[in-house]
């Protein structure tokens, strides 16, 4: 019998790597969307002819009832949400909606239309936030620092909670920063990569950037991805940390990366007072063991080949652009 699987989030980095994952095991893959008044399906746009989208909101709660009794997937993967954190300090409201209450909504979707559905919520390390032990586990408690981890926060428990009060197998992934050349340019990591693309085609100047000091753990999107789908089929639903263990700052990414093009980093980098946070999380890094021991995952894709193959996939990028 061909499985079924519902994508939340479909035209965003994880949703694009998670479907094209997907479709090569031999998934019927649906993917949920929302209204606009101009498509965004870049990130999916070779896939288009392969999965099935359909229109709902995080925010319309008969909406996410229909769609699921549409589909009725086998597994569902919600990956919507307002996941930029800057954007949560200016949209607090609306990121508590979709981050927040969305995750109840779907929830509540998959408790009225089948009980049997599988459901992996992303939850996300920024949880931790100011951190209360390192490296982080499952068990580290949680400290948020934006609207956004606050959010994440809620989802994380109503995820347990559901599937502690109605026996749901809901999996909540708690994964730290992972990165690719689909990734927003708004996220420090691709905002680097592009200007120094950019930079090295001599069509960019300067780079400005906020915290150089912050520290991330930062992992290739491809191998968290792989992560979502082993959690769904583990016997038992659980919460797992996502991380490959290793902290950089961003001040080494930038470095690496102009590096990878033979520039020095530092003419080229300016701070901005306009990028700090009203409240900023120094630090995060993670400590898979769980996920490696039961689960048997590990990242592949380590930290220099990240910074190289996003650096190399902006250069063709911008290189096709001026042609
Ligand atoms: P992303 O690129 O920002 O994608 C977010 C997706 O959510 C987009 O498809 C967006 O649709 C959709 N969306 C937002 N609001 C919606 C709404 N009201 N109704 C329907 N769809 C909506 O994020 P990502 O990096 O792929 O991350 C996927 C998930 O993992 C997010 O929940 C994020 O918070 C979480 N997470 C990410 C990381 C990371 O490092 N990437 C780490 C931990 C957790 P549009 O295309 O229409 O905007
Ligand atoms: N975006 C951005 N832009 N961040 C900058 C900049 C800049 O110019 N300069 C320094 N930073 C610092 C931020 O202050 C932060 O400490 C770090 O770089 C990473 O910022 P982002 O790439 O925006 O990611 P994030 O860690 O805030 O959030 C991402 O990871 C979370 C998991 O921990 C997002 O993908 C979230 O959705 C995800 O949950």
């Known amino acids: 019998m061909t499985k079924r699987a519902l994508i939340t989030g479909i035209t965003g980095q994880d949703g694009a790597y998670l479907a094209e994952f997907l479709l090569k095991r031999g998934y019927q893959v ?31 709660q008969l909406s996410l009832v229909r769609l699921v009794d549409a589909v009725r997937p086998h597994h569902l993967y919600n990956l919507a949400a307002q996941s930029f954190v ?10 508590g909606e979709f981050t927040g209450l ?53 989802g994380h428990w109503i995820t347990v909670n559901y599937r502690e009060s109605y026996d749901l197998f809901a999996c ?26 950019r930079i090295k085609l001599g069509v960019q100047k300067k780079l400005k950037l906020g915290n150089l000091d912050a520290l991330r753990d930062w992992g290739f ?7 979502m789908w082993m959690m769904l089929h583990h016997d038992r639903p659980d919460d797992y940390v996502i ?39 120094t630090t995060l890094c993670g400590d898979s063991a769980k996920a490696r021991r039961v689960l048997g995952w590990e990242p592949e894709v380590s930290f220099p080949e990240l910074v190289a193959m996003m650096v190399d996939a ?6 096709k652009e001026m042609a």
């Open 30 to 60: 649906h993917g949920m969307v929302r209204r606009s008044s101009s498509e965004n399906f870049d990130r999916i746009g070779h896939l288009r002819d392969k999965v099935q989208l359909h229109q709902a909101d995080l925010l319309d």
């Open 86 to 95: 800057p954007t949560s300090f200016e949209q607090p409201l609306l990121t």
């Open 102 to 154: 969305g995750v109840t909504r779907i929830l509540e979707a998959v408790r009225t239309v089948d009980r049997s559905i599988r459901v992996y919520q992303a939850s996300s390390s920024e949880m931790f936030g100011s951190v209360r032990e390192e490296p982080q586990t499952e068990t580290t408690p949680f400290w948020p620092r934006s609207p956004y981890g606050v959010a994440k926060v809620y």
């Open 172 to 197: 909540s992934g708690i994964l730290f920063n992972h990165e690719s050349p689909l990734r927003g340019k708004e996220f420090v990591t691709r905002k680097i990569t592009d200007a120094v693309a």
């Open 221 to 227: 999107a491809g191998d968290y991805v792989r992560a």
């Open 243 to 281: 991380a490959t263990g290793q902290k950089h700052s961003v001040r080494e990414f930038a470095e690496l990366a102009f590096a990878h093009v033979g520039l020095p980093w530092e003419p080229y980098v300016e701070v901005d007072p306009k990028f700090l946070r009203p409240a900023e999380v």
């Open 314 to 319: 902006d250069l063709n990028r911008v290189r």
